[in-house]
């Protein structure tokens, strides 16, 4: 093979790595559910998208996608000016929600 030929195949290898790794955390239709549960129920205060300046409600794109217990505790239980939503959410749709969150929307740290 020529080094070039090689470098190409040592790049599809890599990116074929990492697509691997992205999914491998969530499942896609996971994180698209979660992102439709978080635009129901979390962008008024958190924004589309999560896009948000971080200066009335957490900029959870730059939440520890290592965390999830903290995710849970602070989505159930309430944090601050956010109010709880333990009657207001099943354990299944708080999944889906960590799902999107925890995968930066889908884009993996
Ligand atoms: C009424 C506005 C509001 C809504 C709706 C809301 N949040 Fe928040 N959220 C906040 C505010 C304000 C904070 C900052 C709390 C603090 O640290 O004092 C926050 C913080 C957080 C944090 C970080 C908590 C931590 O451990 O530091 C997470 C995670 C979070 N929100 C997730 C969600 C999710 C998921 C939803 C939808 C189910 C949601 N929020 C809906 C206002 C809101």
């Known amino acids: 093979m020529s080094p070039a ?9 890599v990116l074929f790595a990492s697509a691997v790794a992205a999914q491998a955390r969530f499942p896609v239709d996971d994180i698209n559910k979660g992102r439709e549960q978080f635009h129901r129920t979390c962008s008024q205060c958190h924004g589309y998208n999560m896009v948000s300046s971080g200066t009335t409600a957490y900029d959870l794109r730059r939440f520890p996608v ?24 099943t354990p299944e749709q708080m999944k889906l929600l960590w799902a999107y969150v925890g995968s930066r929307g889908g884009k993996e740290p």
Do not use: C, E, H, Q
Request: net charge positive; charged share 20%.
């Open 66 to 89: 290592d965390d999830s217990g903290r995710f849970f505790n602070s989505v159930t239980n309430g944090k601050g000016g956010m109010p709880s939503f333990k009657d207001a959410l």
């Open 5 to 13: 030929r090689t470098a190409i195949a040592l790049a599809a290898g």
